[in-house]
């Protein structure tokens, strides 16, 4: 649908699936200055996000950037749509105020707010994950495994993804692969249980990975364990290593990263919430 009367902005670290036709309808209607998607959270993930507070008339009356005591449930999907007009005046007068910190969130909706303007919750009911932070990136991972209102395999609507040409995944005869999503080029010796991997990985034979998300061209080698783990782009398990561990159910418990080319020595180990981002804070 085009509106060249009104823009549509929206982040880049959200996980969801939306027709943004019906939320544009239902900013005409209502001849908001700005429309803004909404998702009820609970009170505990509320501080989290920008929480809108709702008058009476159904519209937002209140905006609050990460509030330690929040009001409301409703918390903002960085989904916006603005009329261009009051958009580019609110852009200009954003510029030129020395003590803006040139932020949506803390500024321009406030703005808009005191100024008077119309702005309008668009509820929206479907799966949505903010995946600004490790965990939310290994949970959003996880639930594509389970049984989630986002449709990976839906043929009316397709996701679509930079995705390299590689020939089928490749499952040795002693591989076991259970409850995951394995990609193109993957050559599969060990063994798979509640994880994603994406492109060109390996996991050699006699290792195991569970509950983790491998990025493109990670490798495991033989007899090395991941678990509860985010191995990035290229990064190397060695034989025997062991990162991550189960969820032992304290605070101090996460989920483990290892970034993009590290490699970890074999016989290493790397424990519970650790993100090494160098090879040599790895000690064998």
């Not at 020595?265 to 993100?275: C, D, F, I, R, Y």
Request: net charge negative; proline share 6%; hydrophobic share 40%.
């Amino acid at each position: 649908m085009y509106d060249p009367d009104n823009v549509l902005i929206l982040s880049g670290d959200h996980v969801y699936k939306m027709d943004y036709a019906k939320m544009l309808r239902a900013h005409q209607e209502a001849d908001a200055a700005c429309t803004i998607a909404v998702i009820q959270v609970s009170m505990e993930e509320a501080t989290r996000f920008g929480i809108m507070n709702v008058g009476p008339d159904g519209f937002i009356e209140e905006f609050e950037e990460k509030p330690a005591h929040p009001k409301s449930d409703l918390a903002s999907m960085g989904i916006y749509i603005f009329n261009w007009k009051k958009l580019r005046q609110a852009l200009i007068d954003d510029e030129n105020d020395p003590d803006s910190d040139k932020d949506f969130g803390k500024n321009i909706i406030p703005k808009m707010l005191a100024d008077g303007e119309k702005l309008l919750p668009y509820r929206f009911e479907g799966y949505w994950r903010d995946v600004g932070t490790i965990t939310s990136l290994w949970d959003a991972n996880m639930d594509m495994l389970g049984n989630t209102s986002l449709n990976l395999f839906d043929a009316n609507w397709p996701i679509r993804a930079r995705s390299p040409i590689r020939p089928p995944h490749y499952a040795g005869l002693n591989a076991h692969i259970e409850h995951s999503i394995v990609t193109e080029g993957c050559d599969i010796d060990g063994r798979i249980d509640n994880s994603v991997l994406s492109a060109n990985v390996t996991v050699g034979a006699g290792a195991k990975v569970s509950y983790s998300v491998l990025m493109p061209g990670a490798v495991v080698e033989p007899g090395a364990v991941v678990e509860y783990a985010i191995l990035g782009e290229r990064a190397v398990v060695g034989a025997g290593a062991h990162v991550g561990e189960q969820p032992d159910g304290s605070d101090a418990w996460g989920v483990a990263t290892v970034g993009p080319d590290v490699r970890v020595p074999a016989g290493a180990k790397v424990p519970a919430s650790a993100m090494i981002y160098d090879s040599q804070e790895v000690q064998s």
